[in-house]
């Protein structure tokens, strides 16, 4: 089984549901959310694809970097490079039901272990869908970070507990779910949470707590307040609120700002190892893949998931050979070239 062969598979398991473009940008599915879509225009989701191609790739073939070492170190798990995947659940919701939740999420989890790296899963409306990201993660041997909804703080703290039980290396709270009306009709309220909110939840566990979902430097410098681990700056892939800049865009002040006191990812729009690079040389640690990896799980299970963050993983080696960087420390923005008002 190659990539395009999973695609092929995704492409027909998924007719009415996503239209498996060559270019995973947002464009065909705008507004389709419940579904693969961003939000309203689909503007958050369009943005976050065409910012990281307005960012163009410095080629440099007279130095020693011949053979790029990937491997990144994740609160003390080495990964074989440095994509993880991102949570993503909610089968009946947003992929029409054609597989169940617990086939999703494992395949998503099994297939980013067999490739040498992590994956990160969600939580939902119903209650059920964080278990089973848990019990993958358990069957794993707890290589993986939960992700959890934005919920009141004892309910997050007896989530973050859960998680401990399994082993995981780090927790997180997708923090721009905040807004999640259908969490709240299910009777799983959400909401925003204040910087003294987030230190009593996180100062009551010893995971390393990142959160998913900053986009501005005040949030970041708030995430920092907080005693976050890491930061996610990530737009949901543009389904949390509509118009939001590509997350490339707002990475290099975010940066500038707070690398070096917390741990810098990223998501929205990754769509190959040249994607990978381009976030790395604007100031993240390491960046989440989303909708490729639930197509590649759709197309092909796990099998197909480690296929595509294996092929995400060869075209990084590849770009940072022909960029002059023999390991990820080496990946400074002096590899990119981006428009002059984003700095
Ligand atoms: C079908 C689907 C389900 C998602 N579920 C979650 C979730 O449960 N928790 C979460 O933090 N993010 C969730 N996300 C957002 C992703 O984690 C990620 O931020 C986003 O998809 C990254 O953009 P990309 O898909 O363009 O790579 C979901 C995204 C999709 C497409």
Redo the contacts with the bound molecule.
């Keep these: 089984m190659d990539l395009q062969e999973v695609r092929s598979k995704a492409r027909d398991r998924l007719r009415g549901i996503c239209r498996v473009c060559p270019v995973c940008d947002g464009r065909a599915c705008a507004g389709e959310l419940p579904g693969?879509g961003g939000k309203g225009t689909g503007a958050g989701?369009i943005n976050?694809v065409s910012a990281l191609a307005q960012v163009r790739l410095n080629l440099s073939t007279i130095h020693g970097a011949g053979e790029p070492d990937l491997a990144y170190d994740f609160f003390g798990r080495k990964l074989a490079f440095p994509v993880l995947g991102?949570?993503?659940?909610?089968t009946g919701r947003?992929l029409g039901g054609i597989m169940t939740d617990r086939e999703f999420i494992r395949a998503q989890v099994d297939g980013a272990v067999a490739a040498g790296t992590l994956a990160m899963v969600?939580?939902?409306g119903d209650p059920a869908l964080y278990q089973e990201g848990l019990d993958a993660l358990r069957l794993q041997g707890g290589r993986g970070v939960p992700?959890i909804k934005p919920r009141e703080p004892e309910e997050i703290s007896k989530r973050i507990k859960w998680a401990e039980e399994v082993g995981v290396p780090a927790v997180g709270i997708?923090i721009d779910?905040a807004g999640f009306s259908y969490m709240n009709r299910m009777g799983e309220p959400v909401g925003p949470k204040t910087v003294a909110q987030l230190q009593e939840i996180i100062g009551r566990t010893r995971l390393p707590v990142i959160l998913?979902g900053i986009m501005t430097v005040k949030d970041a410098v708030a995430a920092v307040a907080a005693g976050a681990a890491g930061i996610v700056v990530?737009n949901?892939?543009g389904?949390a609120l509509d118009h939001t800049p590509g997350t490339i865009e707002v990475l290099p002040e975010i940066a500038a700002a707070v690398k070096g006191r917390i741990r810098i990812f990223l998501?929205?729009?990754?769509r190959s190892g040249v994607d990978v690079l381009k976030a790395l040389a604007l100031g993240a640690e390491a960046v989440?893949?989303?909708?490729p990896i639930?197509i590649a799980a759709v197309g092909g299970g796990a099998a197909g998931v480690k296929i595509q963050l294996d092929q995400i993983a060869e075209d990084l080696r590849t770009a940072m050979m022909l960029t002059g960087c023999s390991n990820l420390e080496q990946i400074s923005p002096a590899v990119v070239r981006v428009p002059r008002s984003w700095l």
């Design positions: 693969m989701f976050n991102a949570p993503m659940c909610g947003n969600g939580d939902g992700i997708d779910g998913k990530s949901h892939g389904r998501d929205g729009g990754i989440l893949v989303g909708r639930a």
